[in-house]
T-cell receptor
Framework: QKEVEQNSGPLSVPEGAIASLNCTYS??????FFWYRQYSGKSPELIMS????GDKEDGRFTAQLNKASQYVSLLIRDSQPSDSATYLC????????????FGKGTRLSVIA | NAGVTQTPKFQVLKTGQSMTLQCAQD?????MYWYRQDPGMGLRLIYY???????DKGEVPNGYNVSRLNKREFSLRLESAAPSQTSVYFC????????????FGQGTRLTVV
């Protein structure tokens, strides 16, 4: 069973703080990893992708990947109320054009 | 650039009725997917089409059928709707290469009464 696990939350952080979202996956051979943001009533939108061990930064967002620990995280710096959403972790476990496997998502609430 | 377009956006069906959800993408993607999303359950794959001419079952295929009409279009059919199929349905597409992301349509909110 190919699984992606996320803490469902809600994760509450004050405005301006760093939000840390975590994801673990079951398949050691997984190669590509994605973070999506989903606002209530809307469709998921891609915010970050990462393929190699280490950190990848894009503006206020940093994705971190540790393949040995089968762990991927998303850090949001200077969190804003507009960051309040559900964040979905997705993993391409078998490579190629096999479907992405999604976690159930972590709900983030940024308190002004 | 429209991306992935789903129709309809909202639908109410009576138990036993049938309907087809339409999905079209204009990004020349090879792979297309149908997911359903229910509270607390995340995105669950119903069916997918890795390339034009192929379809495969996902995690929750029972009660559904699909057609990959051409490279652009991938439809999802409910032959006899049941209340358990009340959900939000998302169509997605990917180029299909190794490290490519999925792009989602705006979703169809389906209620079966």
């Amino acid at each position: 069973q190919k699984e992606v696990e996320q803490n469902s939350g809600p994760l509450s952080v004050p405005e301006g703080a760093i939000a840390s979202l975590n994801c673990t996956y079951s398949d050691r051979v997984s190669q590509s990893f994605f973070w999506y943001r989903q606002y209530s009533g809307k469709s998921p939108e891609l915010i970050m992708s990462i393929y190699s061990n280490g950190d990848k930064e894009d503006g206020r967002f940093t994705a971190q990947l540790n393949k040995a620990s089968q762990y991927v995280s998303l850090l949001i710096r200077d969190s804003q109320p507009s960051d309040s959403a559900t964040y979905l972790c997705a993993v391409n476990m078998l490579g190629g054009n096999t479907p992405l496997v999604f976690g159930k998502g972590t709900r983030l609430s940024v308190i002004a | 650039n429209a991306g992935v377009t789903q129709t309809p956006k909202f639908q109410v069906l009576k138990t036993g009725q049938s309907m087809t959800l339409q999905c079209a993408q204009d990004m020349n993607h090879n792979s297309m997917y149908w997911y359903r999303q229910d509270p607390g359950m995340g995105l669950r794959l119903i069916y997918y089409s890795a390339s034009e001419g192929t379809t495969d079952k996902g995690e929750v295929p029972n009660g559904y059928n699909v057609s990959r009409l051409n490279k652009r279009e991938f439809s999802l059919r409910l032959e006899s709707a049941a209340p358990s199929q009340t959900s939000v349905y998302f169509c997605a597409s990917r180029r299909g290469d190794f490290n490519t992301e999925a792009f989602f349509g705006q979703g169809t909110r389906l209620t079966v009464v």
